[in-house]
């Protein structure tokens, strides 16, 4: 018969040594040190979370109102790219008209490219559309870009002057006074003073007032004529 005392002495022992320890056992103090400090970083892990995910709040707050704001900003911006799109095209639509029996209709189309937003100037005639560089002749550019520069200075500031240097060069000299005409016309809807500089006769009689530059010798002088 096998003894197995011994083995069950040797099995208990960790337990009788446990219950052995008082609290003044160095220990039972060193385990006490590392449970509070165990303890401690967990209470500061807990602190780091409760703060963490106050400034994930915060930040989704922040993150949720910049959302609103820019959604508000393309709201306004694509309402006052709508008027502004009308206005472009009317006024350029209209200057083309008052020259040309068989105006090309003038597109002014704002898009969103590669998170910029670019302006198409483009002519329609028939339900096609093409780059107004591309129109038969340079008369019909002529006028485009002169409403267009007209706009943009009534854009810019109010009741302004604006001085152009032949700006009708590639216009027939028998629409000469139909462009005439259309800067009257644009002068009253824009509240611009337009001041031309010109040698074509047709541009010269209309005018409300003209000056004449005569050189003499190395002096030039401006009278009224």
């Known amino acids: 018969m096998v003894d197995t005392t011994e083995e069950k002495r040797t099995w208990k022992q960790p ?23 165990l303890k401690g970083r967990v209470e500061e892990k807990k602190e780091n979370l409760a703060e963490a995910e106050k400034i994930k709040e915060a930040s989704q707050k922040r993150y949720d109102i910049a959302l609103k704001t820019r959604a508000l900003f393309q709201l306004v911006a694509q309402q006052t790219q709508g008027k502004l799109q009308y206005h472009i ?32 100037l483009l002519f329609e005639k028939d339900g096609a559309e093409f780059k107004p560089v591309l129109s038969s002749g340079g008369g019909a550019l002529d006028v485009a870009s002169f409403a267009l520069l ?47 500089v010109s040698h074509v006769d047709e541009l ?10 005569i050189k003499d010798g190395q002096v030039s002088k401006v009278v009224e004529a």
């Open 89 to 120: 095209s009317n006024l350029v639509t209209l200057a083309e008209a008052a020259v040309f029996d068989d105006p090309y209709k003038f597109v002014a189309r704002f898009e969103l490219r590669r998170g910029k937003t670019e302006c198409d």
């Open 15 to 37: 337990v009788r040594m446990f219950k052995d320890v008082v609290i003044d056992d160095p220990r039972f103090k060193l385990m006490k040190d590392q449970f509070n400090i």
């Open 150 to 196: 007209g706009v943009n200075q009534s854009l810019v500031q109010k009741r302004s002057v604006l001085v152009l240097d032949e700006p009708f060069r590639f216009l027939s000299k028998d629409l000469q006074s139909k462009a005439a005409d259309m800067i009257k016309m644009l002068s009253e809807k824009l509240g611009i003073q337009f001041i031309i």
């Open 204 to 213: 010269v009689e209309s005018a409300d007032k003209v000056f004449e530059v």
